[in-house]
């Protein structure tokens, strides 16, 4: 099994900022493209951002846009959610995912995730 660790999540006012952390596994081969979604309460599970093997490509969320950034360090075996500007509408559980390919935006397409983190954003 793929398991994926993600950790910095919290509570923080309106306005504030926030970065999630996940942990990948090592590969000798090839890394994985990485992804975050998110699940609010009562809602769906939903795409909020992605970036590509080698970080030199990212897509986001129209959401998001402006405000979140997805990033990656291979070394460290690590992807980031920098959050900024956060509205309560973020409020959700974030989940960090993991497929062997390029890039996607549906769930369906990670085939690894991790047990998600809690971000909950006051006005």
């Known amino acids: 099994q793929v398991q994926l660790v993600e950790s910095g999540g919290g509570s923080v006012q309106a306005g504030g900022s926030l970065r999630l952390s996940c942990a990948y596994p090592?590969?000798?081969?090839?890394?994985?493209?990485m992804a975050w979604f998110r699940q609010p309460p009562g809602k769906e599970r939903e795409f909020v951002a992605t970036?590509?093997?080698?970080?030199?490509?990212?897509y986001y969320a129209d959401s998001v846009k402006g405000r979140f950034t997805i990033s990656r360090d291979n070394v460290r075996n690590t992807v980031y959610l920098q959050m900024n500007s956060l509205n309560v509408e973020d409020t959700a559980n974030y989940y960090c995912?993991?497929?062997?390919?390029?890039?996607?935006?549906?769930?369906?397409?990670?085939?690894?995730w991790g047990q998600g983190i809690q971000v909950t954003v006051s006005s």
């Open positions: 995912a993991a497929r062997n390919y390029g890039t996607a935006t549906v769930s369906s397409a990670y085939g690894y």
């Open positions: 090592r590969r000798t081969a090839s890394t994985y493209a």
């Open positions: 970036i590509s093997r080698n970080g030199d490509s990212t």
